[in-house]
């Protein structure tokens, strides 16, 4: 076996000393936390921290305005997807979890669109790659949701007709529309 | 006569039903406690009607899961002995504590009853075999679950305890040397005498250097980190591996209540047991000054609140301990024992004789 | 001869040959959208201009034809500055909307834009509005506005089709392509104009939309429409949402090749690789059990084969077991067969000539009447005349002197009718090994899964006795393997038989074995082709 690490000096090699160094400072924050714990309790210094812990379901941390969360669809003023099934997501998609089957629209203008969209977040790696690439402003993940757990496989598939009622989430909009509004005065990012 | 069994009888009720409740509130103790020194909340989640009570139920919770899992036995394996094993680790820890003495002796009703549930005259004896009986617990575990990997992880649970065991035995002579007696009542008498007239006179006072070592070698006799090769929870294969439900859950009842004996005979041993400095039968006596006396069953009440109190403090220093070190490699752990705990607790009743014969 | 300078280098070319076809010949390629090789020349497009020293302007390559002491400049600032403005030209009118665009990633528009031009449109007035999404006949569809008006699919169905049914309408910027008022493209080599089409003016509904073109992997393949062996190209797809999802092959493409197939396909053989995927593809070996067929394991199956084989041929004797193979199997395939048949089991009744077999409709082009891509290297290895005749077998197995039949991928029911199937019911064994369920199968006590074209290595040998190889493209469907494999693993329990592991050696052994192939090896063969030497009166 390689041991790796330096020799002790003498003191060290009493344990003891490093011991009780190490238990001094476990110690003290113990006692100071356990201080301030009493103390809120108390109601007293309300503004010290006694943990650096976020109870995560009552207390969220606020989100980056780039944080990448559950995907959605924008979606045209008359409801149905941006979209034109260019695949452009799914070719950059890493973990390949993006599947279109694009289709033949029946107005000449749009021409393409998704059959179907799916988007199989077990496999999604969240690198907002699909986003970047989206060249139609239909692609985002500014929902701020993080997926939710299901049952099943199918439960874990998105599929286009919930992407499409899927809103962004708001102050982290990141879409020039917004779903179903027609176009904004003024681009959110300030582009 | 049939008033001495009731009244044996009860004093067992009192002190198991410390030494269990303590265990269970341990179990949370030890969360909440590594919570607060490394700055979190802790196990908070438990909760019965919104109640949450600072995670409180959570042991409820714990017991009622293990309670309700299924009981696996290893079908191969020796059904009976699988079941023992986690009894005898509980069933050693526990009686342990028999003959602990937690107070004074009461004079109520012109009956004198030591707070002490059985007062041997082999007590340290009692307390070293006892301890050293937990061994069977680990190696029946081990072996009856037909597993490779239990046994092999019994084993070296078999070895740790029996080597620091030795040194366990020999801190305690020197304890046993500086007071005289094996019977721990006298022992923790011994401890009610002042040196120079002010300093008590306990076991870390008479043996600072045996307390240190019996300390850490019972820390490796409950195996807990940073001795706790026998199961590291998440690394290396233990004994209990085979073990699901209550028998898992008695495993680690079992090393709580040890915990709790632990802190129990070091502060019979090293803190003084019941004895509350210039507290005597009579009240408050600082030596040569002046007495203030109080009324005896506050003095015996006083007492034992005292003993509890080392005993839970201990139980506190033990779990930080616990979350402040990382974990010995086996081979630094038999160094360990072997090349400086054994050496250094013979040194220990080397020096002990020689200032027993000095003085 | 004349010797010209382009670029710095010196070429001798034959007389006539154009700059363009020169230039190409030192490397260099010269942007064009209308020229095509095999088509008129037109000078529509003006994209593949050059500098010619001493001359006065820009001149078009295409259609120029080189002199002696030529000196001509691909890659000067004035032809850089020209392919701009054409490029910026033809782009005023073209919607910008690659991403929907099928021809997207093989588009010479686009790779020329991102090459010559990289610039933001200046244009600031509306774009002229064409018809978009036009149905031409069966398999096309015309999208006006990204048409560049080069005209070869113009010149394509009047020179090489030989139906003079598209053309150019409207003046300027307007024009525009169509079919002639009430006519459709009809002809049999419309997917043509899907490859020619340099954007995506023309796209073939079969691939319309399906997958993105750099999405697909390409493996040089030969078309097994039918006997002519037109060189081409497998383009599939690994990606295993796509491969879960079903479809995994989704085009053939024509590959140049002088001697067979110029550079054009047919529609017949283009669109005929839907069986690969289908959901009649037989994929794991079965067993019939009663009215059903039962899904089992090769080692199951094979030793139910082997065991009835030879049961069949210690009771009745090897006269009582026949073989149909199909022309539709590699040589390499046909070979192991043979082997298996006729050397170990001494079967003499193998015949693969099913009456009608060559009864399609063919054309003058590229389309012949044998719709089997292998009929002569079938011929060639002796799978016909040995023993009984296919009809001959119907006949004997209904009588019950054949006991056993073993079908290769081949279809009695379909050729021979109602006869057939009587016969085949009444027969004691009849295997059936295939890629695809048909009538036949329907009717086999064993099912064994073989490979289709684009699945296995091999050889086929078309028409003119010409020697082509095919790739693997893709593993086989499910547990399906290569005949060839599948005569090898029985053959190991029916005898002595060599443990060919690939399809190259089975190839050796043949070219070892068997006239025609003496000599030959897949190096030899190469990728376009080798023409055999055949025995006399035979070509």
């Known amino acids: 076996m390689k041991i790796v690490g330096h020799n002790l000096t003498t003191k060290e090699s009493f344990y003891f000393f490093e011991i009780a160094k190490g238990l001094w400072i476990t110690s003290r924050h113990f006692i100071y936390n356990m201080y301030f714990h009493i103390a809120h309790l108390l109601g007293k210094y309300p503004e010290v921290p006694a943990a650096v812990t976020v109870q995560y379901p009552e207390e969220k941390v606020p989100l980056s305005r780039r944080w990448r969360g559950r995907h959605r669809i924008n979606a045209r003023p008359d409801g149905s997807p941006r979209c034109v099934a260019c695949m452009l997501c799914e070719t950059v998609c890493p973990v390949q979890c993006i599947h279109i089957v694009a289709g033949e629209h029946p107005d000449p203008a749009i021409e393409k669109y998704p059959v179907s969209f799916e988007i199989d977040v077990t496999r999604c790696c969240w690198c907002g790659m699909c986003e970047e690439a989206c060249p139609v402003d239909a692609l985002y993940m500014d929902t701020g949701k993080s997926p939710e757990p299901g049952f099943s496989r199918e439960d874990l598939l998105y599929r286009k007709e919930q992407l499409v009622k899927e809103m962004p989430l708001p102050g982290c909009q990141r879409s020039l529309n917004a779903p179903g509004q027609g176009p904004m005065e003024a681009n959110p990012l300030g582009l | ?359 | 001869m004349p010797t010209l300078t382009i670029d710095d280098q010196q070429v001798t070319v034959d007389q006539g040959t154009t700059i363009l076809d020169a230039a190409k010949k030192l490397g260099i390629s010269i942007p064009h959208f209308c020229y095509h090789p095999r088509l008129t020349k037109v000078d529509a497009c003006r994209m593949c201009l050059v500098e010619v020293k001493d001359a006065p302007k820009l001149v078009t390559s295409c259609s120029n034809a080189v002199r002696d002491n030529m000196v001509v400049f691909t890659g000067t600032p004035k032809v850089e500055e020209a392919r701009k403005s054409i490029l910026e030209f033809i782009l005023i009118n073209h919607p910008l909307d690659c991403p929907i665009c099928d021809k997207a990633g093989e588009c010479k528009l686009q790779d020329y834009y991102f090459r010559h031009s990289r610039q933001p449109s200046r244009f600031k007035d509306y774009k002229v509005k064409k018809h978009k999404v036009v149905d031409l006949g069966a398999t096309m569809v015309l999208d006006s506005e990204r048409c560049v008006v080069c005209s070869r699919c113009v010149r394509f169905c009047k020179e090489v089709a030989g139906e003079e049914n598209l053309g150019i309408f409207n003046r300027g910027d307007h024009s525009e392509i169509g079919t002639y008022p009430g006519k459709k493209i009809e002809h049999n080599y419309q997917g043509n104009l899907a490859d020619i089409c340099p954007v995506g003016a023309l796209t073939a509904k079969d691939f319309r939309f399906k997958c993105r073109s750099w999405l697909l992997c390409k493996v040089d393949t030969i078309c097994p429409g039918c006997s002519n062996g037109c060189n081409a190209v497998v383009h599939f797809t690994l990606r295993s949402f796509d491969g879960i999802k079903g479809q995994r092959v989704f085009r053939l493409t024509p590959r140049e090749n002088n001697d067979v197939n110029k550079i054009w396909l047919c529609d017949v053989g283009r669109w005929g690789y839907s069986f690969i995927d289908s959901i009649d593809r037989l994929t794991t070996p079965a067993l019939k059990k009663g009215e059903d067929f039962v899904k089992s394991d090769w080692d199951t199956v094979l030793r139910e084969t082997a065991s009835g084989l030879k049961t069949v041929v210690e009771r009745y004797g090897p006269s009582a077991i026949g073989v149909i193979p199909s022309p539709h199997l590699t040589n390499e395939d046909l070979y192991a067969l043979k082997c298996l048949f006729s050397c170990v089991l001494k079967v003499t009744n193998i015949d693969f000539k099913l009456p009608g077999l060559d009864k399609g409709e063919g054309d003058k082009l590229l389309l012949k009447a044998d719709r089997h891509p292998n009929t002569r290297g079938a011929e060639l290895l002796g799978l016909s005349g040995t023993g009984l005749s296919a009809e001959a077998m119907m006949e004997k197995v209904k009588t019950g002197e054949i006991k056993a039949l073993y079908l290769v991928g081949s279809d009695p029911v379909k050729y021979i009718g109602e006869k057939a199937e009587e016969a085949l019911s009444r027969a004691e064994l009849l295997i059936f090994q295939g890629t695809n369920f048909n009538a036949s199968c329907k009717l086999a006590h064993v099912i064994l899964p073989g490979a289709t074209f684009v699945e296995k290595e091999g050889t086929f040998t078309n028409y003119q006795g010409r020697l082509q190889r095919i790739n693997k493209a893709l593993e086989p469907l499910g547990e399906a393997q290569a005949d060839w494999e599948i005569f090898t693993r029985l053959g190991k329990r029916l005898g002595s038989y060599p443990s060919y592991k690939y399809a190259e050696e089975v190839f050796k052994d043949m070219a070892r074995e068997v006239a025609p192939f003496t000599g030959l090896s897949y190096q030899k063969i190469g990728p376009q082709g080798i023409k055999l030497t055949l025995p006399e009166g035979k070509s």
């Open chain 2, 1 to 359: 006569m049939c008033l001495d069994v009731i009244i044996t009888l009860l004093k067992i009720a009192i002190v198991f039903g410390f030494v269990l409740n303590v265990a269970a509130i341990l179990s949370w103790a030890e969360r909440k406690q590594s919570a607060v020194m490394q700055d979190r909340i802790g196990a908070n989640r438990a909760d019965v009607l919104g109640f949450r009570i600072f995670g409180l139920f959570h042991p409820i919770a714990d017991t009622i899961k293990m309670l309700t899992k299924e009981d696996w036995v290893p079908p191969a394996g020796d059904a009976f002995i699988h079941t023992l094993a986690p009894f005898l680790a509980l069933f050693t820890a526990l009686v342990v504590f028999a003959v602990i003495p937690f107070g004074d002796t009461l004079h109520i009703a012109g009956r004198d009853i030591p707070l002490q549930i059985a007062d041997l005259n082999v007590g340290i004896l009692f307390i070293v075999a006892f301890g050293g009986l937990g061994f069977y617990s680990v190696v029946l575990a081990g072996w009856s679950s037909e597993n490779k990997y239990s046994l092999l992880g019994s084993i070296r649970a078999a070895a740790q305890l029996i080597s620091y065991e030795l040194a366990l035995g020999l801190s305690i002579v020197g304890v046993v040397m500086a007071y005289g007696s094996i019977e721990l009542d006298d022992i923790v008498r011994g401890q009610g005498q002042y040196v120079l007239g002010v300093i008590p006179y306990w076991g870390i006072v008479a043996q600072p250097l045996g307390f240190i070592l019996f300390f850490t070698a019972a820390m490796a006799e409950t195996k807990r980190v940073p001795f706790d090769l026998p199961e590291s929870e998440s690394e290396i294969i233990g004994y209990f591996t085979e073990y699901s439900g209550m028998k898992f859950g008695a495993f680690w009842m079992g090393e709580f209540i040890e915990v709790i004996s632990v802190a129990g005979v070091v502060t019979a041993l090293y803190f003084g047991g019941w004895q509350i400095p210039f507290l005597s039968n009579q009240g408050i006596f600082i030596p040569g000054l002046f007495t203030i006396p109080l009324p005896h069953l506050l003095v015996v009440l006083l007492q034992v609140s005292a003993f509890g109190l080392k005993v839970l403090f201990f139980c506190w220093f033990m779990l930080l301990v616990r979350w402040t070190l990382p974990r010995f490699r086996y081979d630094q752990l038999m160094a360990f024992g072997w090349k400086f705990m054994v050496p250094l607790a013979l040194v220990n009743i080397v020096v002990t004789g020689l200032i027993k014969y000095v003085f």
